[in-house]
């Protein structure tokens, strides 16, 4: 009998990639799904950055890499941030791990262990709460509600803060809901957080910063440089470049946290594939028109989706703001998410996620990811509203 630490019982998952197993097993049974569960875009990654990464390999670059990247791809993260966000940030602040996550994963262990408390929001990215919780530190949710466009409130965030509090997790624009934080919401959150709680680190999840919709500004939390000393930026190539396969990613962290960072990378990865590193600088520095063309993009499936959405019975959706997910109100259907979830997949093909694989608050709410073809976001929506309408 092998014993297992007993953390591992507490490790969550990201219930997107079963339904992409699950969905990729019908697929392959000749079943004709869409695929409207897994986040990503479903672009390819443009040709110059693909070229970087190949001409990076011809010209011999196979070895280890510094543990934090190379000095260049740092500098051209601190670069882009100075260009998109005006912040000024020494690239000695920056880390380059394997894709977002990891970054997430470093700031939760950094912080959380028994008698600590991190707020995540809810609904929220799973691996948040999934990691809180195998580190024993109290997952609190941070609700973030749909009469509220998905945003969060200033004061009842500042009002769950307690003297264990050691994390603040906040993500925007947001998976699954599509809810970015207006700058007023974020200067009285900042406001109180300066005033009464010097203590407590924030790690900002702005992994779809590039993607917002109807000239809404990305508010970055590093246009706050009074939070300089505890802000754990987190951003990466997966989502902006269409690169989510390369797993590359950054963060910016508090001068004191870097070597902490560095040393978890070292313990963990080494370093990131240094082909993918060269890519990474040709995808900051070179034309960013791939970019600009896959947010119109996905602009255009936003407004076919949530106007499909509309009208189909039992089912209301709001209009997402960033990202590439819409998050409509199912509770009028009748079924749990859950359910709807799996009819949706196993009778009429459509691959979505049930708002409760991110969290206990998504109940009554389904993921939709619209980084898919007009053309196939309009098949999906008809098979809905058939199955819907036989409900
Ligand atoms: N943060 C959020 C909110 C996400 O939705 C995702 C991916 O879906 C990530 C982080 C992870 O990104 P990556 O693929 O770069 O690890």
């Excluded at 953390?7 to 339904?19: I, P, Q, W």
């Excluded at 910016?252 to 040393?263: C, F, I, K, Q, Y």
């Excluded at 009819?343 to 990811?369: D, H």
Aim: charged share 20%.
């Amino acid at each position: 009998m092998l014993r297992l630490a007993e953390k591992m019982s507490r490790l969550g998952t990201e219930t997107a990639f079963d339904v992409l197993a699950r969905a990729d097993v019908l697929a392959r049974g000749g079943q004709d799904i869409i695929n409207l569960g897994i986040g990503q875009p479903d672009f390819k990654t443009p040709e110059h950055i693909v070229e970087a990464a190949v001409k990076a390999l011809h010209d011999g670059h196979h070895g280890y890499t510094p543990s934090p990247g190379i000095p260049q791809l740092r500098e051209s993260v601190a670069q882009d941030l100075a260009k998109r966000r005006g912040a000024k940030v020494s690239a000695d602040r920056i880390v380059i791990v394997p894709g977002g996550k990891v970054t997430m994963f470093f700031a939760i262990l950094m912080f959380g262990e028994p008698g600590a408390e991190i707020l995540y929001p809810n609904p929220g990215f799973p691996i948040y709460q999934s990691v809180i919780e195998f580190t024993g530190a109290k997952a609190v949710p941070i609700r973030l509600l749909e009469e509220n466009d998905f945003s969060f409130d200033a004061d009842t965030i500042l009002s769950q803060i307690t003297e264990n509090t050691r994390l603040l997790i906040l993500n925007s624009p947001a998976n699954p809901t599509g809810g970015a934080v207006p700058r007023t919401e974020m200067d009285r959150l900042v406001s109180g957080l300066t005033q009464k709680h010097p203590n407590v680190a924030i790690l900002s999840d702005e992994i779809y910063s590039r993607i917002t919709y109807d000239d809404r500004e990305h508010v970055s939390l590093l246009s706050y440089p009074e939070l300089d000393d505890r802000l754990i930026l987190l951003d990466g190539w997966s989502k902006t470049y269409a690169m989510t396969g390369w797993r590359m990613g950054y963060a910016v962290w508090p001068e004191a946290l870097v070597e902490g960072a560095t040393r978890l990378a070292v313990n963990c990865h080494s370093c990131v594939n240094s082909a993918a590193q060269y890519a990474g600088i040709a995808a900051l520095e070179g034309p960013q028109d791939a970019v600009d063309g896959m947010v119109s993009a996905f602009d255009e499936r936003r407004r076919v989706i949530v106007a499909g959405l509309n009208s189909l019975p039992g089912v209301s959706c709001r209009t997402p703001i960033g990202a590439f997910y819409v998050f409509p109100n199912i509770r009028k259907t009748g079924l749990t998410a859950r359910v709807l979830q799996d009819r949706l997949l196993e009778e009429v093909g459509v691959a979505t996620v049930a708002g409760t694989s991110f969290g206990a608050l998504g109940e009554g709410y389904i993921r939709f990811s619209y980084a898919n073809s007009v053309e196939n976001i309009e098949i999906a929506l008809d098979r809905a509203a058939e199955l819907l309408r036989a409900v």
